[in-house]
């Protein structure tokens, strides 16, 4: 699945920056975005971008929404309703919680920065999202993470403690 997963990715790489290196680009040819990503570069084009944006919405679509609500999350979702007790279903709600919130952040700005509608006002905003998904969202992932640890746990609750002086 690993494997799959890379080759896809891989794959639709290589076809969008093809296609968008291909395209003829206007008088300026410096990218006004943190990262060199291909709706950025499609704004750089002389010619119409349409069949090349609604390409790009159509992968979105495959690669971020499809698998995220149909494939794998669903099962997820059914499997734990189906726990008949509310303490069994807590319990894994509290072991899955930090992997759903990485996902949701990670896949949330995703959809966000790739799916919304081309306008010029999302220029600013685009940049920020992919600023958030690029390197915030990796510096949280292993925040998250480590909070499952009882001892970080503790350790955090000390400290907010001792921020907000809150005695025990």
């Not at 069994?88 to 509290?94: D, H, L, P």
């Not at 949280?140 to 993470?145: A, G, Q, R």
């Not at 909070?147 to 955090?156: H, I, S, Y």
């Amino acid at each position: 699945m690993a494997a799959a997963s890379w080759i896809r990715g891989f794959s639709n790489s290589v076809w969008q920056s093809t296609l968008t290196l291909q395209m003829p680009l206007s008088g300026h040819k410096e990218v006004d975005h943190f990262f060199c990503e291909v709706p950025a570069l499609l704004k750089l084009s002389c010619v119409e971008t349409t069949a090349n944006e609604a390409e790009l919405f159509f992968i979105s679509v495959l690669f971020l929404l499809i698998p995220l609500t149909l494939i794998s999350y669903a099962f997820i979702v059914q499997a734990v309703l189906r726990i008949q007790s509310a303490e069994g279903r807590q319990k894994v709600f509290g072991t899955c919680g930090s992997r759903l919130i990485v996902v949701s952040l990670f896949y949330g700005t995703a959809i966000y920065m790739y799916l919304q509608p081309p306008s010029p006002a999302s220029k600013d905003r685009g940049k920020m999202v992919s600023l958030f998904y690029g390197i915030i969202m990796p510096m949280l992932n292993s925040l998250i993470y480590t909070l499952r640890n009882k001892d970080v746990k503790g350790a955090f609750k000390r400290l907010i403690a001792r921020i907000f002086l809150i005695k025990k």
